[in-house]
């Protein structure tokens, strides 16, 4: 029988927002493929050496996979091709492994790319999904982010914003820190002819994490913390 990746979202970064199914998943495999470079470099290891007692993570083989933050296609094909050659045989050979992944599996993450690769050697794919940041951010302000009829886009750091704020409902932007000043100006237009309202969390789930509401807070963000990567926005029209 060969092994099954497993897909395990670890959520944003608070070790007690790892759920009970990732941990009795993680439990059982002896081979954990987390992302970085190194364990000590790896934000998805860091939670879960926080979340699980030193003994259940005894015994088990850790192994990186170093995905550079690139949009060519050629460079990520290739990091995706040698990370999943490094666990293809222990697959093949009955070894589950437990791919860890920031938030959930299914949003935004390179997790997809493998299970693309696993699925082409028709090797068995599972998915444990963990809380993505976005949810963790609104719960920080108590805040729904859809009632009624409201739509809900998820969008990435890469968006056009312009167009993206044109969208009805509540706007949810994830990872455009190194964005944030261009976003900031493209809010600002937008703020001019809409009623609105901004929340903003940086390194969510981690002691590092901040909050913000508001435009002026955002504004003071660009000027005081750079481009912070880890940062998730919610914009929602106020309706008059």
Request: hydrophobic residues 40%; glycine residues 8%.
């Amino acid at each position: 029988m060969t092994g099954t990746l497993y897909g395990i979202g670890v959520g944003p970064g608070n070790p007690d927002l790892i759920t009970m199914e990732a941990r009795k998943v993680i439990s059982r495999c002896n081979l954990i493929l987390v992302p970085g470079k190194s364990p000590a470099e790896s934000r998805a290891y860091h939670i879960l050496h926080e979340a699980l007692q030193q003994e259940d993570l005894a015994g088990k083989r850790v192994l990186c996979c170093d995905f550079p933050m690139t949009r060519g296609p050629h460079t990520r094909a290739l990091a995706v091709r040698e990370s999943y050659e490094r666990i293809r045989g222990f697959l093949l050979d009955g070894t589950s492994v437990a791919c860890l992944t920031i938030g959930d599996p299914l949003i935004y993450s390179t997790f997809a790319y493998l299970q693309e690769a696993a699925a082409h050697d028709q090797l068995p794919v599972k998915i444990v999904n963990g809380i993505p940041s976005f949810l963790a951010s609104a719960a920080c302000f108590n805040l729904p982010l859809c009632l009624g009829e409201e739509e809900l886009h998820i969008l990435n750091g890469d968006s056009d914003f312009a167009e993206s704020l044109r969208l009805s409902g509540t706007k949810v932007f994830m990872k455009l820190g190194r964005r944030l000043p261009e976003f900031v100006s493209a809010l600002k237009t937008y703020k001019g002819t809409h009623s609105l309202c901004v929340y903003a969390v940086k390194d969510c789930g981690l002691p590092t994490e901040e909050s913000f509401a508001g435009l002026h807070a955002l504004e003071a963000l660009c000027e005081d913390h750079g481009h912070p990567y880890m940062m998730t926005i919610i914009v929602k029209d106020v309706l008059s």
